[in-house]
């Protein structure tokens, strides 16, 4: 069961566990409600339903109790049911969201995370967007559920993640990053700063976050860069912003993270 309406949709039974397995709709920036795109912030909430999203332009950064997740085009987030989580939206023009119901959720990711979209996956849902409305699916539209959910179960994981730590001391480290990722203060400095030894630091950050301090930076930078890159910021105003030396370090970077330049990311994507 679908509907175009966007919101009218999601209010309906994002927080239902009965109806249908599945609903598929499409949103852009002129939906009403919570899947309206375009550029905004949706504050914390939680859905009894999963959800599964996928915008086609812009860039979407999704924040949990356990960290965010970064939402390119061509991605699609997952949302566990009951997970609070709030979403930053970033010239979105267009996109889509499913809602699974609890009883379907079985062998889904457990925890929130962001995966790659083929062509089945995307041929499947433009079909489910296109159901009439009802209360139960027929049965070829079951067998269709199926197969989407099972893609869903093998797609690839994107690493667009940046874990929280929750040590105080890390967390106000973390923040402070966050904030002035053009700070270029190494770690032990920062260590310092927050009043344990550099060796603590370390420690911790890896046993908290499965990075190490440098490795975490960089990817709150990269986070970062992706926000920028979605609102047109030029390349060398985001270099200087991050800390860069010069732009051709951040693409350096980006390259070495994503296996091509940024402009070339984003024209791909977008």
Request: charged letters at 20%; one cysteine or more.
């Amino acid at each position: 069961m679908a509907r175009h309406s966007g919101e009218e949709a999601s209010a309906d039974y994002s927080e239902r566990a009965d109806g249908p397995s599945l609903i598929a709709i499409r949103g852009d920036a002129a939906t009403a409600g919570d899947f309206r795109l375009g550029t905004r912030e949706v504050d914390w909430h939680c859905h009894v339903r999963g959800q599964l999203f996928c915008v086609e332009s812009g860039l979407m950064h999704v924040r949990t109790a356990d960290g965010s997740w970064l939402l390119p085009p061509q991605r699609a987030g997952w949302i566990p049911p009951g997970e609070s989580h709030k979403v930053s939206i970033s010239g979105v023009t267009g996109g889509w969201s499913m809602l699974v119901a609890p009883r379907a959720c079985a062998g889904l990711p457990r925890h929130p995370c962001v995966v790659g979209v083929n062509e089945l996956m995307l041929a499947l849902v433009r079909r489910a967007v296109s159901w009439s409305e009802g209360a139960s699916l027929l049965a070829a539209q079951k067998r269709m559920v199926a197969v989407l959910l099972e893609e869903i179960r093998n797609a690839p994981r994107e690493p667009l993640h940046l874990p929280m730590p929750g040590d105080r001391r890390l967390l106000r480290i973390a923040r402070a990053i966050l904030r002035n990722p053009h700070d270029v203060r190494n770690l032990e400095q920062w260590a310092h700063w927050a009043g344990l030894s550099a060796r603590s630091l370390s420690r911790l950050f890896l046993a908290e976050t499965a990075l190490s301090f440098a490795q975490w930076r960089q990817q709150a930078r990269l986070t970062l860069a992706l926000e920028m890159l979605a609102r047109d910021v030029s390349v060398a105003e985001i270099a200087d912003a991050l800390g860069y030396a010069t732009p051709s370090n951040f693409i350096a970077m980006f390259r070495r993270s994503f296996g091509e330049t940024p402009s070339r990311y984003l024209a791909r994507r977008g």
